[in-house]
C-alpha cells in the first residue's frame, strides 16, 4: 500500500479488537469473535488463556515512539522495547508486559536476541505478528536488515500466530522472498496489493548542467510553493554547500544528516513536525519517522540510488490528499557519484577477511588511533574510500563484531559469516544494485507517464 495510507491501521485495529475479548478479570470473553486466531490453534494446540498480545517488528526506533505516542495520545494500550531505554525502564516494561499491562508492543528483530524477553513473551499470547517495513526481510529488498532474516524462527518461537507483512515498496521478486523468509506456504498466503499510485502527486524530472541550476530550481521552488518541503542530497558536504548558499540569499532553512548527534536530529524533526512552512534540506537519513501530513514538495537535488528509496521519500508529500510536487534534478554527474557509492556498500570477501584480521591482530593500535589509522591501513592513499565503514555496518549486525563504531570501539564476537566469505552472494548483491540504479536512470529518461514507469516496476501494470 501506498506510503502514508494507512497500513499500520492494519494491525492497530486488530490489536484493539482482540483487547476487547477479555473481560473485567482479563479472561477471555465467552463470545469470541476472534475464536479461529486464538493462540495455537494453527498448531491445533488447546486455547491459551494468557492475556492476548500484537506484536509489531518495526526497523526504526524514532518510527516506533512516533507511533506509540500517537497510540496512547487515543487511549490505546502500547509500548515498545527499544535500546534507547535505560536498563530499569526496560526490567519495568518487561515486567507490564508480563502482566498484562499492554496490548499492543513495537520491537525490532534484534530483541528477540534476549532471553529474557523470550520469556516475557512466553507469559503472553501473540496473537497477532505484524512486520512493518518488510521489505527488510529481503535481501532483493532497499533496506536489508540481516536480523529480518530470522522473522521465521521468531514466528514459529512464539507460536506461529497469524501474521500480516506490510511494506510500501516491494517488487515481485521481493514479495516472493517475503513470503519464503516468514517460512509461510505460498499458497496460505493472500497478498493485498492496493497499487501505489498517489494521485495527488505531480513527477516531473529537470535535466540541469551544475549546481548554480539546482539551487536556482530549489529557490524558485521555495518561493512559488507555499507550505513545508524536503530536499534531498547524497552527501552531507554538498548539503553544507547549498545551506551555505541558502543562507547568504537569507532563505531560512533546517539541516538534517546522520553527522548531527541524536539531540540535534530529535530537535530539528520536532521544529518540522511541530512548525508550518519549514525547508529542510536532508540526508536520506530523514526518513520513515518522518509522518507530516501537509509537506507541499519533495524535491531531489541529487540522484537517489534505486527507484525504491526514491519512491519511499516522494511518499512523504501530501499525505492530506492535496496537491504536491515532487521534482527530481538530473545532472549526469550525479551517475557517477551513485556507481561509487555502489562500490563503497559492495566490499569483496578478501577486504571483509583484511578488515577481521586487523581487528584480529591489531585491536591495541585500532583502540588507540581509530578509524582513521585502520582506513589509512587498508585504502593507502585512498581516503575518501567508504567500503570500511560498510565493512564495520555489515560485521556488527550479522554478529561478528560488538560494541561502538563511533568512536571505533568493538571487539570480535564470532567468525566471519558465510554472508561476508561469499564472494558469489557478494557479486549477486553489487550487480542488484547496480541493475537498481539503472532502473532509476530510466525512470529519468521516461518519456511517458512516469506513474506508469513506477507501477510497471513494482509488478501491478
Known amino acids: 500500500m501506498p506510503t502514508g495510507m494507512g497500513k499500520s491501521l492494519c494491525f492497530q485495529i486488530p490489536a484493539i479488537l482482540f483487547s476487547n475479548r477479555l473481560d473485567a478479570a482479563g479472561q477471555c470473553k465467552a463470545a469470541d469473535p476472534f475464536k479461529d486466531l486464538e493462540t495455537g490453534a494453527a498448531d491445533s494446540k488447546p486455547p491459551t488463556k494468557k492475556r492476548p498480545l500484537t506484536l509489531v517488528l518495526s526497523p526504526l526506533i524514532a518510527l516506533m515512539k512516533d507511533q506509540v505516542d500517537a497510540l496512547m495520545s487515543k487511549g490505546v494500550r502500547a509500548t515498545f522495547v527499544n535500546s534507547a531505554l535505560l536498563r530499569h525502564q526496560r526490567e519495568q516494561r518487561y515486567q507490564e508486559i508480563a502482566e498484562g499491562e499492554w496490548d499492543l508492543l513495537y520491537v525490532t528483530p534484534e530483541r528477540f536476541r534476549k532471553q529474557e524477553f523470550l520469556d516475557v513473551l512466553d507469559r503472553r499470547a501473540v496473537v497477532l505478528l505484524a512486520v512493518d517495513e518488510a521489505h527488510c526481510i529481503s535481501q532483493w529488498g532497499h533496506d536489508f536488515r540481516p536480523d529480518y532474516t530470522r522473522v521465521g524462527e521468531i514466528r514459529r ?209 585500532i583502540d588507540a588511533f581509530g578509524m582513521e589509522w585502520l582506513r589509512e591501513k587498508l585504502h593507502f592513499k585512498q581516503k575518501h574510500d567508504r567500503r570500511l565503514e560498510t565493512a564495520l555496518t555489515m560485521m556488527k549486525r550479522w554478529g561478528v563484531i560488538e560494541g561502538s563504531l563511533h568512536p571505533l570501539k568493538v571487539t570480535l564476537n564470532g567468525e566471519l559469516t558465510d554472508q561476508l566469505r561469499d564472494n558469489v552472494l557478494l557479486s549477486e548483491k553489487l550487480k542488484r544494485d547496480q541493475h537498481k540504479l539503472l532502473s532509476m536512470l530510466q525512470y529519468v529518461q521516461q518519456q511517458g507517464d512516469r506513474k506508469t514507469f513506477l507501477k510497471t516496476y513494482f509488478g501491478i501494470a
Open 157 to 365: 518461537a512464539i507460536g506461529s500466530p497469524c501474521t500480516i507483512a506490510l511494506t510500501a515498496t516491494a517488487t515481485p521478486d521481493v514479495q516472493t522472498d517475503i513470503i519464503r523468509q516468514l517460512d509461510l506456504n505460498a499458497e496460505d498466503v493472500e497478498i493485498f496489493h492496493e497499487g501505489i499510485d498517489r494521485p495527488n502527486l505531480s513527477l516531473s524530472v529537470e535535466t540541469v548542467f551544475n549546481d548554480d541550476e539546482k539551487l536556482e530550481l530549489i529557490i524558485a521552488q521555495r518561493q512559488r510553493v507555499e507550505g513545508s518541503g524536503i530536499v534531498y542530497f547524497t552527501l552531507i558536504r554538498k548539503l553544507m554547500s547549498f545551506s551555505e548558499q541558502l543562507w547568504e540569499k537569507k532563505i531560512p532553512h533546517l539541516i538534517y544528516h546522520g553527522d548531527l548527534n541524536r539531540t540535534e536530529r530529535k530537535r530539528l524533526q520536532e521544529s518540522f513536525m511541530r512548525e508550518e512552512g519549514h525547508l529542510v534540506l536532508a540526508t536520506n537519513a530523514f526518513g520513515m519517522g518522518i509522518d507530516k501530513d501537509d509537506i507541499r514538495y519533495v524535491l531531489h537535488a541529487d540522484l537517489p540510488g534505486s527507484v525504491e528509496s526514491y519512491y519511499q521519500e516522494i511518499g512523504r508529500a501530501g499525505r492530506d490528499g492535496l496537491p504536491s510536487e515532487c521534482l527530481l534534478m538530473y545532472d549526469q554527474r550525479d551517475l557517477a557519484t551513485q556507481m561509487e557509492f555502489i562500490q563503497w556498500s559492495n566490499p569483496d570477501a578478501e577486504f571483509y577477511q583484511r578488515v577481521y584480521h586487523f581487528l584480529e591482530h591489531e585491536s591495541e593500535k
